[in-house]
């Protein structure tokens, strides 16, 4: 059973799209479930002033997309990463167990994003990027 925040992220989606001059794109996929989330960052003076996400998958995945970027929108880089898988379906009020691995993505996303920024203009990634996928075998979940 979905939350009714799940279900107004998945129905009324927020941020979908993409950004033309997006100066940090990333994009992660889970081959065992079929997700795959991108998302485009608009970043200035280090802050994200704009932030969209084009996502493929089911219900949670959308939502779990839409969540991440009001939850980063508007927010320095430092903050942003500091995003958690758990934070965002805390944001939700919660997901079945067997749809958690769709925040892992939206966490990941988020990350790939801004490290696809930090290569661009050649700052140091210096942050852990995640496992890249849902293998049941790490405590991402």
């Known amino acids: 059973m979905y939350s009714e925040k799940v279900m107004d992220h998945f129905q009324n989606p927020r941020n979908v799209g993409t950004i033309a001059d997006a100066n ?6 889970n081959a065992k479930c079929g997700d795959i989330m ?5 970043i200035e003076d280090d802050v994200i002033v704009d932030v969209k996400f084009q996502t493929f998958g ?9 969540m991440a970027t009001e939850l ?10 500091t ?7 805390e944001a939700l009020d919660g997901l079945p167990p067997v749809k958690l691995h769709c925040s892992v993505l939206a966490e ?3 990350k790939s994003a801004i490290a696809d920024y930090y290569t661009k203009i ?8 995640g496992c890249g996928g849902c293998c049941d075998h790490c405590d991402h979940h």
């Open 83 to 89: 995003l958690t898988n758990k934070a965002v379906v």
């Open 122 to 129: 050649g700052r140091e990634i210096d942050f852990d990027l």
């Open 38 to 42: 991108k998302i485009f960052l608009k």
């Open 72 to 81: 980063i929108k508007g927010k320095p880089i430092s903050e942003a990463l």
């Open 108 to 110: 990941e996303a988020v």
């Open 58 to 66: 089911c219900g949670a995945a959308i939502a779990t997309s839409s």
């Open 24 to 29: 940090g794109v990333g994009e992660v996929g």
